[in-house]
């Protein structure tokens, strides 16, 4: 079965650090781009950052532009955000999702196909 | 930054009726960069359009997606009870790479 598992969410102090991991299975981790995507409480989906299969192309939302840090062990079929100087603005929960591209192109379409359960990271002193 | 636009915010209907959700963007979007996602409460989102028109797999074909340009519907045939949720539409850019709609609340 494909499956994303997301980890690692808590409460954090404003301006502490958190470490999220989303544990693939069920497919060829290194074969594809995948993503993190937030949503706090009440409100719609925010695009946070991407990785690409082998870490060469690496995007982020300006939002969480040198604060956080994404990246991959594909020995070890896991994704990761790394977020510091955390702010209340970041509450939310944190969504990892697969790249799908059309046809095995990306060029041709793309999407988030699978999505993991989510994890709350709630900033609050 | 391209802006998506979604309308109504909430849409009101019964099981039965036909649900026409629309999408709408700043500036033109390419159409095979347009996707649209199911979210019901306490769930991720679940994928069921992608390409503007082509159905993600296991969904129902009452499900179907139109559109270019800055125009796109997403519309539901017959309502079944376990329809009503968010929807939201997506799209690929530069800068930001993927932007969502504000979603459109689909409720008894």
């Known amino acids: 079965e494909v499956q994303l598992v997301e980890s690692g969410g808590g409460l954090v102090k404003p301006g502490g650090s958190l470490r999220l991991s989303c544990a693939a299975s069920?497919?060829?981790?290194?074969?594809?781009?995948m993503n993190w995507v937030r949503q706090a409480p009440g409100m719609g989906l925010e695009w946070v950052s991407s990785?690409?299969?082998?870490?060469?192309?690496?995007y982020y939302a300006d939002s969480v532009k040198g604060r956080f840090t994404i990246s991959r062990d594909n020995a070890e079929n896991s994704l990761y955000l790394q977020m510091n100087s955390l702010r209340a603005e970041d509450t939310a929960v944190y969504y990892c999702?697969?790249?799908?591209?059309?046809?095995?192109?990306?060029?041709?379409?793309?999407?988030?196909?699978?999505w993991g359960q989510g994890t709350m990271v709630t900033v609050s002193s | 930054e391209i802006v998506l636009t979604q309308s109504p915010g909430t849409l009101s209907l019964s099981p039965g009726e036909r649900a026409t959700l629309s999408c709408r963007a700043s500036?033109?979007?390419?159409?095979?960069?347009l996707a649209w996602y199911q979210q019901k409460p306490g769930q991720a989102p679940r994928l069921l359009i992608y390409g503007a028109s082509s159905r993600a797999t296991g969904i129902p074909d009452r499900f179907s997606g139109s559109g270019s340009g800055t125009d796109f519907t997403l519309t539901i045939s017959r309502l079944e009870p376990e329809d009503f949720a968010v929807y939201y539409c997506q799209q690929y850019g530069s800068s930001p790479r993927y932007t969502f709609g504000q979603g459109t609340k689909l409720e008894i």
């Open positions: 999702a697969r790249l799908y591209c059309t046809g095995g192109s990306c060029d041709q379409g793309r999407a988030f196909d699978i």
């Open positions: 990785i690409s299969g082998g870490s060469v192309h690496i």
């Open positions: 500036q033109s979007v390419s159409s095979i960069y």
């Open positions: 069920g497919f060829t981790f290194s074969s594809y781009s």
